[in-house]
């Protein structure tokens, strides 16, 4: 069972950039399309970013433009890259196969955007 751990939120303001970092303890190189989900409070996790194992990747809407997920097999790392961020961007981010069965999700990372 693959681990997750997801790092780089804090708090920042409008139109600044994070980047978000997401460590699997085991191999994801070549097999698994991953993806970048968040959780709102009060709100269910979507998926907002995903990356397929051949690199074609794809964005919600709501991020498109502003976001961008790589990943580096070599190091079972996956970032997302966010740019322009905006308030309603404030939520928990998860990483994770971006198809269900899904890995045990990690804890996340909060990203706060406010002035």
């Known amino acids: 069972q693959v681990q997750l751990e997801e790092s780089g939120g804090g708090l920042v303001q409008p139109g600044t950039s994070l980047r978000l970092s997401c460590a699997a303890s085991?191999?994801?190189?070549?097999?698994?399309?991953m993806g970048w989900y968040r959780q709102p409070p009060g709100k269910q996790r979507d998926l907002v970013a995903s990356?397929?194992?051949?690199?074609?990747?794809n964005y919600a809407d709501s991020v498109k433009g502003r976001f961008t997920i790589s990943r580096d097999n070599a190091k079972n790392t996956v970032y997302l890259q966010m740019n322009s961020l905006k308030p309603e961007d404030t939520a928990v981010y998860f990483c994770?196969?971006?198809?269900?069965?899904?890995?045990?999700w990690g804890q996340g990372t909060q990203v706060t955007v406010s002035s």
């Open positions: 085991g191999s994801i190189s070549s097999l698994y399309a």
């Open positions: 994770n196969k971006n198809t269900w069965p899904y890995w045990n």
């Open positions: 990356i397929s194992s051949g690199g074609t990747t």
